[in-house]
T-cell receptor
Framework: AQSVTQLDSHVSVSEGTPVLLRCNYS??????LFWYVQHPNKGLQLLLK??????LVKGINGFEAEFKKSETSFHLTKPSAHMSDAAEYFC???????????FGTGTRLKVLA | DTGVSQDPRHKITKRGQNVTFRCDPI?????LYWYRQTLGQGPEFLTY????????KSRLLSDRFSAERPKGSFSTLEIQRTEQGDSAMYLC????????????FGPGTRLTVT
């Protein structure tokens, strides 16, 4: 069975400081991993995806994530937070013969002025 | 707009009534997915189609729920005899065929059962 655990339900950072959103995964097979962002009253938007190519994945809006198999982690980072980054972020795993997504419970990012 | 669209965006219904939601995927996508998201939770998988074939269903999809994709294009999700526990955001997504194709999500239909 596959699963993801988002280690923080809420994260607060000051504008201009780094962002770290943590995600651990569990998968019997080589997984595909994704990060999605959900702004209030808007649909889920893909930030980035890992598909067994490069372990450091760059996404949109300056976000990146590193796949670490030894730690079963796929943490999302951004060097400098912007007010517009305030949203809910979901870590997602897929694979193992199914195309459905398994979502984490989400991390709400708050950016302080 | 060439994204995934869903209709209606909001639905309020009384307990026991039937409701139907529609999803129009991105035109060249042959996979279509339904998810349910309750407040404060991540979306949960309900079912998915490849073309018109329904290939996987979650145990969450009780016999009151039925989904169709008759011509491999748009899809409908029907809930019969709605219950208050059905109140949620129902999300539709579509993707190309391929092992690692990302899913593109619609804005969702928010269902409130009173």
């Amino acid at each position: 069975a596959q699963s993801v655990t988002q280690l923080d339900s809420h994260v607060s950072v000051s504008e201009g400081t780094p962002v770290l959103l943590r995600c651990n995964y569990s998968s019997s097979y080589s997984p595909s991993l994704f990060w999605y962002v959900q702004h209030p009253n808007k649909g889920l938007q893909l930030l980035l995806k890992y598909t067994s190519a490069a372990t450091l994945v760059k996404g949109i809006n300056g976000f990146e994530a590193e796949f670490k198999k030894s730690e079963t982690s796929f943490h999302l980072t951004k060097p400098s937070a912007h007010m517009s980054d305030a949203a809910e972020y979901f870590c997602v795993v897929s694979g193992s013969g199914t195309y459905k997504y398994i979502f984490g419970t989400g991390t709400r990012l708050k950016v302080l002025a | 707009d060439t994204g995934v669209s869903q209709d209606p965006r909001h639905k309020i219904t009384k307990r026991g009534q039937n409701v139907t939601f529609r999803c129009d995927p991105i035109s060249e996508h042959n996979r279509l997915y339904w998810y349910r998201q309750t407040l404060g939770q991540g979306p949960e998988f309900l079912t998915y189609f490849q073309n018109e074939a329904q290939l996987e269903k979650s145990r969450l999809l009780s016999d009151r729920f039925s989904a169709e994709r008759p011509k491999g294009s748009f899809s409908t999700l029907e809930i019969q005899r709605t219950e208050q526990g059905d109140s949620a955001m129902y999300l539709c997504a579509s993707s190309l065929e391929g092992r690692v194709s990302e899913q593109y999500f619609g804005p969702g239909t928010r269902l409130t059962v009173t």
